[in-house]
Nanobody
Framework: QVQLVESGGGLVQAGGSLRLSCAAS????????MGWFRQAPGKEREFVAA????????YYADSVKGRFTISRDNAKNTVYLEMNSLKPEDTAVYYC?????????????????WGQGTQVTVSS
């Protein structure tokens, strides 16, 4: 069993930056591929980024490519999402998630464990 706790969300102006963290607990946390998803009000939850067990490779949604960076520190059982050049359309609740295998990593139903989410609000 893996428990995930996100932190680092908040209010930021357009063009600003935030770094989200996802702390994973459980003996096998470092053996999971990790993903970040987001859900804006009235919209479906969507894929943002994913990272493999070792930290490479990683994969991004087109909407965040070049602005967001996913990374992980397996010694700390923590995954990060560095978000730069934020836009109002990035406003959403951001969720981290864990899955056993590095396949179908853009599909939310493939993930086995989810955090509770952290709110990111970008003002214009």
């Amino acid at each position: 069993q893996v428990q995930l706790v996100e932190s680092g969300g908040g209010l930021v102006q357009a063009g600003g930056s935030l770094r989200l963290s996802c702390a994973a607990s459980g003996r096998t946390a470092s053996t999971y591929a990790m993903g970040w998803f987001r859900q804006a009000p009235g919209k479906e939850r969507e894929f943002v980024a994913a990272i493999s067990l070792s930290g490479s490779p990683s994969y991004y949604a087109d909407s965040v490519k070049g602005r967001f960076t996913i990374s992980r520190d397996n010694a700390k059982n923590t995954v990060y999402l560095e978000m730069n050049s934020l836009k109002p359309e990035d406003t959403a609740v951001y969720y981290c998630a864990a899955k056993r295998f590095w396949i179908d990593y853009t599909k939310l139903h493939e993930y086995e464990h989810w955090g509770q989410g952290t709110q990111v609000t970008v003002s214009s």
